[in-house]
T-cell receptor, first 109, second 118 residues
Framework: KNEVEQSPQNLTAQEGEFITINCSYSVGISALHWLQQHPGGGIVSLFMLSSGKKKHGRLIATINIQEKHSSLHITASHPRDSAVYICAVRKTSYDKVIFGPGTSLSVIP | EAGVVQSPRYKIIEKKQPVAFWCNPISGHNTLYWYRQNLGQGPELLIRYENEEAVDDSQLPKDRFSAERLKGVDSTLKIQPAELGDSAVYLC????????????????FGPGTRLTVT
């Protein structure tokens, strides 16, 4: 079993919809990252969080340390949000980042 | 401020040929990572440097892959000889970190090099 899992694997939404992408992990962590990767390969860090909730524009990230679960929400989705969203965790035992498989989001006008 | 720079952006080579990728991290970042990302998957770590020291190269296939970061700034990743299965995007990332503090710092990624081995 992978240490970091994401769901769904693929997601298609209509413009304006509220979107949720989930991440669950099985190891102790010091922090969790949400990353965005557009076609062409570039990766951008959206959030780094270790507890609670963070908000940036239309993006909201939450984490529940006890349940080993995080969610990324996109409000009022837009076609430019179409990308792969990757969850990554840094383990507490090792100084190493483990990446999830990514969720491919397509927002249709 | 310039981000992480990688070159080339794309490379097509025949199998058994050598190939090299170059990365220049964000100025002042002491930690540099090389990742490989296969299609439809998340990145996987190949090697991590703290300054010029490789502190984690457990995932680097050492029979054909090598890396160096001689002055603790830019880095080169080499594959020799390349195999068909090496086709992937090779990502470089950097961060400013102090190990042992328990703190976590953000990684900044370069645009990647897309390698196609034919």
């Amino acid at each position: 079993k992978n240490e970091v899992e994401q769901s769904p694997q693929n997601l298609t939404a209509q413009e304006g919809e509220f979107i949720t992408i989930n991440c669950s992990y099985s190891v102790g962590i010091s922090a969790l990252h949400w990353l965005q990767q557009h076609p062409g390969g570039g990766i951008v860090s959206l959030f780094m969080l270790s507890s609670g909730k963070k908000k940036h524009g239309r993006l909201i990230a939450t984490i529940n340390i006890q349940e080993k679960h995080s969610s990324l929400h996109i409000t009022a989705s837009h076609p430019r949000d179409s990308a792969v969203y990757i969850c990554a965790v840094r383990k507490t035992s090792y100084d190493k980042v483990i990446f999830g498989p990514g969720t491919s989001l397509s927002v249709i006008p | 401020e310039a981000g992480v720079v990688q070159s080339p952006r794309y490379k097509i080579i025949e199998k058994k040929q050598p190939v090299a990728f170059w990365c220049n991290p964000i100025s002042g970042h002491n930690t540099l990572y090389w990742y490989r990302q296969n299609l439809g998957q998340g990145p996987e770590l190949l090697i991590r440097y703290e300054n010029e020291e490789a502190v984690d190269d457990s995932q680097l296939p050492k029979d054909r892959f090598s890396a160096e970061r001689l002055k603790g700034v830019d880095s080169t990743l080499k594959i020799q000889p390349a195999e068909l299965g090496d086709s992937a995007v090779y990502l470089c990332a950097s961060s400013l970190e102090r190990t042992g503090t328990g703190s976590t710092y953000e990684q900044y990624f370069g645009p990647g090099t897309r390698l196609t081995v034919t």
